[in-house]
C-alpha cells in the first residue's frame, strides 16, 4: 500500500514540474522584457519549484525500492531526504532573489524609473491562480496518504501562489503610482519569503533525518495505548521516522499473572489501534509487570 501512495506523489511530483516549468519560463521571459523585479522574483522562485519537484521526484524513485541487505528497513529515508534538499534549493534561490532585488533597487535609485507594463499583472495573476490549485490538490492527496513530499510541494506551491499575488498587487500599484521602489522592494521580500519557507522545510525534514519524534505525537501515541483495557500504564514509547513511516518502541504495564498467548494478542491490539492512525512501519512492544 505505501508503495501505491509512493507512485501517486511521483505523478503528482512530475505533473507539479511540469507546471513549473512553463510557470517558471513565462514569467522569466516577460519579467526580463517588462523590467519587472517582483515578476523576476517570481519566476526565480518558480525555478527553485523545478529543483525542488526534481529532487522529491528522485528521491520518491529511491524510497520506492524494495528493502535489501544493507537497508533492512527499506530505502523510505531518501524521501526525507529529498525533501531536506529541496527546503535548501529554496533557500538558495530565495538568497539569489535578494540579491537581485538589491542590485535592481540600486538601478532604479538611480535611473529614477522602471519601465513595467500591465502584462506582467496578468502573468502574475494566471500564475497565482494555478499555483493555488496544485497547492490545494497536493495538500489534499499529502494528507491523506501521509506524505511529507507532498505536503513540502503543497507548502511551496502555497507560498509560490501568495508569491504571484502580491507580485500582481505590487507591478499594480507601481504602475498607478509610479513610485517604482514598490516593485524592487517587494522583490526583496518575496526573496526573503522564501527562504524562511525554505528554512522550515529544512527543520522539519532535518528532525526526522536526525531520529528527532515530535512530543505532542509521542502523548498521542501513550494516550492511545492507555486506552485499551488490558494496558495499565506505558512504561516508555520512543518513536522515529523512517520517511513517512514510523518505527515504535515501548514498554507497556500489564498484570503479571499474563500468559503468553495473552500478551501477544494485546501485542496485536496494540499495533492494530496505532495502524489505524498512523502510517506504521513497525512496533516493537515489550511488556513488564504492573506494580
Not at 496578468?122 to 497536493?138: C, K, M, Q, Y
Request: proline residues 2%.
Amino acid at each position: 500500500m505505501n508503495h501505491a501512495k509512493l507512485r501517486l506523489a511521483r505523478r503528482l511530483i512530475v505533473i507539479n514540474g511540469v507546471f513549473y516549468v512553463v510557470l517558471a519560463s513565462g514569467e522569466l521571459v516577460l519579467g526580463h522584457l517588462t523590467h519587472a523585479a517582483a515578476l523576476m522574483a517570481d519566476g526565480q522562485n518558480n525555478v527553485s519549484g523545478i529543483f525542488s519537484a526534481t529532487l522529491l521526484w528522485v528521491g520518491l524513485t529511491y524510497a520506492n525500492m524494495p528493502s535489501d541487505a544493507v537497508h533492512r528497513e527499506g530505502h523510505w529515508q531518501f524521501e526525507s531526504l529529498a525533501v531536506f534538499l529541496s527546503g535548501l534549493v529554496m533557500i538558495l534561490v530565495g538568497l539569489n532573489c535578494m540579491w537581485g532585488a538589491l542590485k535592481q533597487t540600486w538601478q532604479v535609485l538611480q535611473a529614477g524609473s522602471e519601465h513595467l507594463t500591465l502584462i506582467a499583472v496578468d502573468a502574475a495573476a494566471i500564475s497565482g491562480v494555478i499555483l493555488l490549485i496544485e497547492a490545494g490538490i497536493n495538500d489534499y492527496q499529502g494528507r491523506r496518504t501521509h506524505n511529507s513530499a507532498l505536503l513540502a510541494s503543497a507548502k511551496d506551491y502555497l507560498s509560490d501562489a501568495l508569491t504571484s499575488f502580491t507580485t500582481m498587487l505590487v507591478i499594480s500599484v507601481a504602475l498607478i503610482t509610479h513610485w517604482y521602489l514598490v516593485d524592487t522592494l517587494s522583490a526583496l521580500v518575496i526573496g526573503g519569503y522564501i527562504v524562511i519557507c525554505g528554512a522550515q522545510i529544512v527543520s522539519a525534514s532535518a528532525t526526522r533525518l536526525s531520529n528527532g519524534f515530535e512530543p505532542k505525537r509521542q502523548a498521542e501515541l501513550v494516550k492511545l495505548v492507555t486506552q485499551i483495557p488490558a494496558v495499565h500504564a506505558v512504561a516508555y514509547l520512543r518513536g522515529r521516522y523512517v520517511g513517512d513511516l514510523i518505527i515504535i518502541t515501548m514498554a507497556v504495564q500489564v498484570l503479571p499473572n499474563l500468559t503468553v498467548a495473552e500478551t501477544s494478542e494485546i501485542r496485536q491490539k496494540i499495533i492494530m489501534v496505532l495502524t489505524r492512525r498512523y502510517p506504521l512501519l513497525d512496533c516493537c512492544v515489550a511488556f513488564v509487570p504492573t506494580s
